[in-house]
């Protein structure tokens, strides 16, 4: 009987996306295939922006049996309880997009809803009051929670902010320990089969030839695999996301590093600011068509927090994605695969959900392409959804309105057609307080409503079920959950209290 099994993958590029994948591989695969091999070339930089991230990151250096004090300690990293939004709605104003929920349900109907009656009932608490993370945030403190037990600590998640270059090298040693092999160069050609257009080799500069079943193409935006061998094609969404340009710099911390990223509207865009232990990652997205790359560089180092420690690196991109992410023998990950910038920390969870996706749905040689096509429709489906999350922010602002911070660039957004995947969703949320979710969307119910309310919209209505609560007894209820997430809160350590204790680097 034939063996079909894949024996030999070459994993194009390294940076984050190839590390993470050849990890990955070592880990599920523990030896069994003949070779993982990684090409990349010290000569070709990575990108680099990607250092904050989303909770479901946790999963993934669980699941490569990571000690976490150990990867914050070697990553120079910190904690993440959300993102904060500056001026995104209009000057002056800030809301957070936590990693937790807002309070709890109540007799079975999502708590949003009994918030709504309270407030049409004339009860001004905030819907900040009811979320921890927001909280701790705000007051800098930070503890482990990770959903389990009960009480408030229960409704808390989080993730990480770290230097994307040094987890790098951190999977990279991870990856060798386990048989990785790296072959550093650049590649001169893609060899294509001559009877079906599969990738059979790449040939280095000096000739050394690597043949493999299976390619991944980690090599970034120019997509050295899936587009320039196999002319896969790639979709543009830049009228609905025109930033396409941004400049990156560090800067020293100005203070002990706060437990969220930041993001703050500028006039052609937005600035982050990602605080790490040994500095602070700070960089400008925007749209070329409505400020000049020297305007943008000012903008940049006028905003700086602390003194800067390099000189502004600029980066070109168009927002979008490829036709297909699996084409014959070649999957694309990371940027390789499609560009949505990193205004809600989602980058390297396209690479991680990619990699789990493969690792599902891990071919023979015969490549089945029933199995090829379930791939690329999941991954459309998630860069659609992610897509639309991020519309939201630019399309729902009141910048531009009655003098309140206007720019061309953000009367463009404020006017743009959207999609109509998104006009739905903010229809219902509008009209009823409701959230639907469409079979694994990234972004849950508390992420929509956190996003949603933070950009001026407030339900005109609530689920009817919520008047079956006596309203005594709600009044009470949401009274005991304002007091439990004040006295956890009170209970935390500061952010830099727990790295100190659990995880500061050296040096």
């Not at 996306?17 to 030896?31: E, S, V």
Request: net charge neutral; with cysteine.
């Amino acid at each position: 009987m034939t063996d079909h099994r894949i024996r030999r993958v070459v994993i194009v590029g390294g940076g984050t996306a190839g590390w993470m994948t050849a990890a990955a591989l070592a880990q599920a695969f523990k030896g069994k295939l003949e070779s993982i091999r990684l090409v990349e070339s010290e000569e070709i930089g990575t990108v680099g922006v990607g250092e904050a991230t989303i909770p479901p990151i946790r999963k993934f250096n669980a699941r490569l049996g990571i000690d976490e004090d150990e990867f914050i300690r070697e990553t120079q990293g910190s904690f993440k309880l959300g993102i904060e939004f500056v001026d995104w709605l209009r000057p002056g104003h800030s809301y957070i997009h936590p990693f937790g929920r807002f309070g709890a349900d109540i007799d079975n109907v999502s708590f949003i809803h009994h918030w709504m009656r309270l407030r049409r009932a004339g009860q001004d608490a905030s819907i900040d009051d009811y979320c921890l993370a927001i909280a701790a945030a705000r007051a800098g403190k930070f503890s482990r929670a990770d959903g389990r037990g009960e009480g408030a600590m229960s409704t808390l998640g989080y993730a990480f902010h770290f230097d994307a270059s040094l987890y790098a090298r951190y999977l990279r040693a991870y990856s060798e320990r386990r048989g990785v092999i790296r072959t550093e160069g650049r590649i001169a050609e893609v060899k294509l089969r001559a009877e079906d257009g599969f990738i059979e080799a790449v040939v280095m500069q000096g000739g050394l030839r690597i043949e493999g079943d299976l390619f991944i193409d980690c090599s970034g935006f120019r997509g050295l695999l899936i587009e320039d061998a196999l002319h896969t094609g790639f979709i543009d969404w830049s009228q609905w996301l025109p930033c396409d340009r941004a400049y990156a710099m560090p800067s020293a911390n100005a203070g002990d590093p706060p437990p969220y990223t930041r993001s703050t509207a500028r006039p052609a865009g937005w600035q982050w600011r990602i605080p790490l232990q040994h500095r602070v990652g700070n960089g400008y997205v925007y749209c070329s068509r409505f400020v000049s790359d020297d305007e943008a560089a000012h903008t940049l180092r006028s905003n700086l927090e602390g003194a800067a420690l390099g000189d502004p690196r600029p980066l070109r991109f168009t927002a979008g994605m490829r036709r297909k992410f699996w084409s014959r023998n070649c999957v694309a990950l990371g940027l390789a695969g499609g560009f949505l910038e990193p205004l809600e920390s989602t980058s390297i969870h396209l690479i991680q959900s990619g990699i789990a996706k493969l690792l599902t749905m891990f071919p023979d040689r015969n490549f089945d392409p029933l199995l090829i096509d379930e791939y690329n429709r999941q991954s459309t489906l998630q860069y659609e959804w992610i897509r639309d999350f991020l519309i939201a922010h630019y399309f729902l602002t009141e910048r531009g309105l009655a003098g309140q911070g206007g720019s061309p660039f953000w009367d463009y957004c404020r006017n743009m057609a959207i999609p109509d995947t998104l006009r739905g969703k903010l229809d219902l949320f509008r009209n009823r307080s409701l959230v639907f979710r469409m079979d694994d969307e990234l972004f849950l119910e508390p992420s929509w409503t956190a996003v949603l309310m933070g950009q001026g919209i407030v339900p005109t209505a609530y689920d009817p079920l919520a008047d079956a609560t006596d309203a005594q007894t709600l009044e009470r209820i949401m009274g005991n959950m304002r007091d439990a997430v004040r006295r956890a809160c009170e209970s935390m350590p500061t952010h830099a209290e727990f790295i100190a204790r659990h995880c500061r680097a050296p040096g």
